[in-house]
């Protein structure tokens, strides 16, 4: 008999382990017996019937201990649960909510090949403080670490809203201050780098250029996305997962009447035939293009390419005197102007323009006020023209007459 506040020890047919059978929330757990000092299995003899009762009374004591405020019971199916098994729970999360995408795969990988193995319950918040001083030690930038540590964590809490496991160790959130990217592009520098692209990016650039919409939304617009005066952006392209529109107007009607220009690709025998996307490639999407766009940005002088070791200055040999190395050009890494820059660079442009904060994060995509004045930088001239105006206001403020309060 099995009392729900006593529990019960017993022999299983055909096995040769003791067993222990109590109750949890409400659900009858069963499992083998093992010592409590090396978590062996306790074979079924006279002689380990002593130990099997005292793993029993230490479940009982956690269960107890648990009902008081104590920690989570921790029941032998949770014991089991691998962190790849969090992990796999993740992914599935992310898929049915149109989250999926290769950077959560690209950030998921060294989770696994560190965690994987572990047992769910291993993952402390020592150990994960420890996995943090490894990446460090690394030069991983907090940025880079917060973005695995906020995965791993979310992987708990879906395992937890799961019943997969009944706790979670804390993962601390290391502070990125200093890490905002700060450039922005002048209209002559953006004018450079489009110059040296190549001609199926130019008008993709020159459209982020003035709108501020990420690359990824860009490339995946279809020609059944274009209005007549308008472009819709499918709330699936959306990182925000919200459709958004944007007018076509000045030179953003003259883009896409480019684009309708080059929509009819004719191959080497005369047959014709029209792409599906508004920016593409010879009739295909537009893929990875880093390479196209660090030599176009290396080529304005608005990047360069630095010694992936130290970040130094290399030669024209691409030889860095520093590390006294030589590296192939693929090796070299790019520093410079990204495209993301754009949005920061639309964003200044609109509030320089005197448009509307509301209208312009309409027209960048952007959902809060906060992130919005993180992207719109103010530059030097700016500041100059506001340092001089205030000088001029404080100098006729000192012409003015003025009257005292007790005089008649």
Known sequence: MNT????????????????????????????????????????????????????????????AAEQHGGRAFIGPQQERVTINELLDSLERDYKLRDKWNPKAASHLKPLRDYFGTWRAVEVTSDAVGKYIENLRVEEYSNASINRRTQLLGQAFKVAMRNKQISSAPFIPRLSEIGNERQGFFETADFEA????????????ARFGFLTGWRKGSIKSLRWSDVGDDVIYLRAENSKGRKAETMPLEGELAAIIERRRAAQTIEDKDGNQRFAEFVFHSDGQPIGNFR???????????????????CGGDVNEERYCPTCSTRWAAKELKYVGRIFHDFRRTASRNMIVAAVPQAVAMKITGHRTDSMFRRYAIVNEEQKREALAKTQQHLAASAGRKVVSMGSK
């Not at 780098?193 to 993709?204: N, S």
């Open 193 to 204: 780098v489009a110059a040296h692209l190549p001609d199926y990016l130019q008008d993709l």
């Open 4 to 63: 729900r506040g006593q529990g019960r020890l017993f022999q299983r047919v055909r096995s040769s382990y003791w067993w222990i059978s109590y109750y949890a929330h409400g659900k009858e757990e069963r499992e083998v017996a093992r010592h409590v000092r090396t978590g062996l299995k306790l074979e079924a003899t006279e002689k380990n019937r002593h130990e099997a009762e005292r793993w029993l009374k230490r479940r009982l004591g956690e269960l």
């Open 291 to 309: 390479k196209a766009w660090a030599t176009a940005c290396c080529a304005a002088g608005v990047g360069k390419r630095v010694c992936p070791q």
